[in-house]
């Protein structure tokens, strides 16, 4: 079923990348979005570990470093049956975790210094297991180009904003009309790429959350560690990351109140810790 989300998903932002190149800059930007579609759903697939390990300034975590994680992730694959993913530490204060890759024998797992220090060991646990439940149900790959491909389709629009695609000589061709096109794809070019993260996140962290307690065990020590990290990233919200990378982490690292939670990419943690307590 993943699988031909994800095809869907190239699909659909393939279509919208030429929809917001060509009311940006007609033909040229036509091709342009052509071309850049293509660029990006090649590299998004075969490539989407480095990226998002590349977006979020993560690093290799050794097992002198953190041991517990290492031991902790193998009862959890070893319960699981699956391959041991690689271990990426993100140098961040903020208690939060991924998972990325395009299936089990490409995967990899990134913590952040902050999971580290404020969770205990069955807290941990219980976070490695959603993220290794994610790779399990093939979540990452989805999650990962949706992130890749929303960047680089906010990327086309705020090029378009400055002129891009060559279309500084068709401005006085096209009139007004052209102008208030260009100003819808701009602005409804960021709104797609919201939506498109939330239709594929929202629903894949109950998933998670179910398919990581059964590896754990323990179903409370990830209803803790939520409540944690949630705390934490109210309080402290990431600064410096793409936000086109929100909906691969555990929880939304960045704030999310009042009228913006109807638009994040999480569902509400409330909601996912109840159902992790009535189990």
């Known amino acids: 079923m ?43 697939y075969w490539f989407s570990d480095r990226m998002a390990i590349s977006m979020t300034r993560s690093q290799p975590l050794s097992e002198n ?18 391959p041991m993913p690689r271990l990426y530490l993100m140098p961040t204060g903020q208690p939060n975790a991924f998972a990325t890759g395009r299936n089990p024998q490409h995967a990899a797992i ?29 979540d990452i790959l989805v999650g990962t180009i949706a992130a890749t491909l929303a960047g680089a389709l906010m990327f086309v629009a705020r090029f378009g904003m400055w002129g891009g695609f060559g279309g500084g000589g068709r401005r006085s061709q096209g009139g007004a009309a052209l102008l208030i096109f ?15 993260q939330m239709s594929v996140s929202r629903t894949r962290e109950y998933g998670a959350d179910a398919t990581g307690a059964g590896f754990s065990g323990n179903p409370q020590g990830l209803a803790s560690a ?15 990351l793409n936000r086109a990378t929100a909906h691969m982490f555990i929880v939304n690292p960045f704030s999310a109140k009042d009228l913006t939670a109807l638009f994040s990419t999480h569902p509400p943690i409330e909601e996912r810790i109840a159902r992790l307590r009535s189990m």
């Open 2 to 44: 993943n699988r031909l989300k994800t095809f869907f998903l190239m699909i659909l932002l393939t279509a919208i990348f030429l929809l917001v190149g060509g009311l940006i800059s007609g033909r040229e930007g036509l091709l342009f979005g052509f071309i850049l579609a293509m660029a990006v759903n090649f590299f998004s």
């Open 65 to 82: 470093d953190a041991p517990e994680v290492y031991r902790a992730l193998r009862e959890l694959t070893h319960n699981a049956g699956m």
């Open 110 to 138: 990134a913590v952040t210094a902050g999971l580290l220090r404020m969770l205990d060991y069955e807290e941990l646990k219980g976070v490695l297991a959603h993220e290794l439940a994610h790779i399990r149900n093939r």
């Open 182 to 196: 260009r100003l819808v794809a701009l602005l409804l070019a960021p709104l797609a790429a919201l939506l498109i």
């Open 226 to 240: 939520l409540a944690k990290m949630e705390q934490h990233a109210r309080q402290r919200p990431l600064h410096g």
